[in-house]
């Protein structure tokens, strides 16, 4: 699971390069030699130069819309499974990507149509509004390196991640990369952010 379910080499999370799809949201993987539900990580890199990213992209993006819902099974046989997707809604469609927007949180996802994603949250938007470029969460995945890999103590944080076969450019030594957002998605957003008015409970309306 911590490959690249594409190259299957490793693929550590790091926003903007790498994410990773969970099996139970039950999309179809377009690479694996019978049919089964993509199950691990994705460089970036990996699935924007794959002839099969149109297929994941399709499928991708009807799970972010989709709320609960039967699946058929991989075989055909009963019972259908039930798919968990997000539930979001497309709020913009343009030559590059696709916008999502969460309807319980103030969450939204851009999809390209090579098939890289980006999450952003409240603090994305305030920045994108301003003009400024939203980086990367400051939080720690713990990653488990290949025995194989050889010695790391004197490499840099980027030469450690060209090692890992993940390919990009980032400041040093906290890693907090630009997300490289389309430009029609930054106007959009840089638009959407003047109006959007943030998700509110009814508990903490009264509070």
């Not at 995945?141 to 025995?147: S, V």
């Not at 060209?162 to 630009?178: D, E, I, K, M, Y």
Request: overall charge negative.
């Amino acid at each position: 699971m911590n490959e690249c379910q594409i190259c299957r080499t490793p693929a550590p999370l790091v926003p903007g390069l790498c994410d990773g799809v969970a099996g139970y949201r039950l999309i179809r993987d377009p690479w694996a030699g019978r049919p089964s539900f993509l199950d691990g990580n994705l460089h970036f890199s990996c699935l924007a130069e794959s002839e099969k990213n149109p297929v994941f992209f399709a499928e991708f993006t009807h799970m972010l819309r989709a709320g609960h819902e039967e699946v058929d099974s991989l075989d055909g046989t009963p019972p259908p499974l039930t798919r968990m997707g997000l539930g979001m809604r497309q709020i913009f469609s343009g030559s590059e990507c696709r916008v999502f927007e969460s309807g319980v949180s103030d969450r939204w996802m851009v999809v390209r149509r090579t098939g890289p994603w980006f999450r952003l949250r409240r603090a994305d938007l305030t920045d994108i509004e301003r003009g400024r470029t939203p980086l990367s969460p400051a939080e720690v995945t713990p990653y488990r390196l290949p025995m194989d890999l050889g010695g790391v103590d004197d490499m840099s944080l980027l030469e450690l991640l060209s090692a890992l076969g993940v390919n990009g450019t980032g400041p040093q030594p906290t890693w907090r990369a630009p997300q490289p957002l389309p430009d029609e998605a930054r106007g959009f957003l840089a638009n959407h952010a003047k109006t959007y008015t943030p998700v509110t409970f009814e508990d903490e309306k009264h509070a």
